[in-house]
C-alpha cells in the first residue's frame, strides 16, 4: 500500500470525513482548451461556393474574408443571391457581415464585431 499512497499524496486532494477510496484530481486548468479564432479567406466563384463558408462559419470560430468579385463581373443575381444567403446565416448565428471596398466581405461570429467606424456628431445650432 505504500506506493499508492505515495500517489495520492503527489497528486490528489484529500477531503475531510472522506474515505480513501478516490483520489480528487484538479484538472480545471488542463482540461480546459481554448479554440483558436480561424481568420480565413474564400473566393466566391460561383452560387455554390456559399456552402464552404456557412459550414466554416457555423462552427463559430470563423472569421470570413469573401473575395466576391469573380461573381460580381460574372452574374450580379447571383450574388445578390449568395450574399443573401451569406446575410440570412449570418443573423441566424448572431454574427455581423460588413462590405470592404468594392469586392470583398467580412463575416464574424458572435463574440466579435465589425468596425463601421463611429458615428458622426451632429452639431446643434443655437
Not at 92 to 111: H, K, Q, R, V, Y
Request: hydrophobic share 35%; aromatic share 8%; charged share 35%.
Amino acid at each position: 500500500m505504500g506506493i499508492f499512497s505515495d500517489i495520492k499524496n503527489m497528486f490528489g486532494k484529500k477531503k475531510e470525513g472522506s474515505d480513501d477510496e478516490y483520489i480528487e484530481i484538479d484538472t480545471s486548468r488542463d482540461s480546459v482548451k481554448r479554440q483558436k479564432i480561424l481568420v480565413r479567406p474564400f473566393i466566391l466563384k460561383e452560387f455554390d461556393d456559399v456552402n464552404p463558408i456557412l459550414d466554416s462559419l457555423r462552427t463559430g470560430y470563423t472569421i470570413a474574408l469573401v473575395d466576391i468579385r469573380y461573381l460580381k463581373g460574372k452574374d450580379m443575381v447571383e450574388l445578390k443571391r449568395a450574399i443573401s444567403k451569406l446575410k440570412k446565416t449570418c443573423d441566424a448565428l448572431e454574427g455581423n457581415i460588413a462590405g470592404f471596398g468594392d469586392n470583398m466581405l467580412i463575416i464574424t461570429p458572435s463574440f466579435a464585431e465589425v468596425y463601421r467606424g463611429e458615428a458622426p456628431v451632429k452639431e446643434e445650432r443655437a
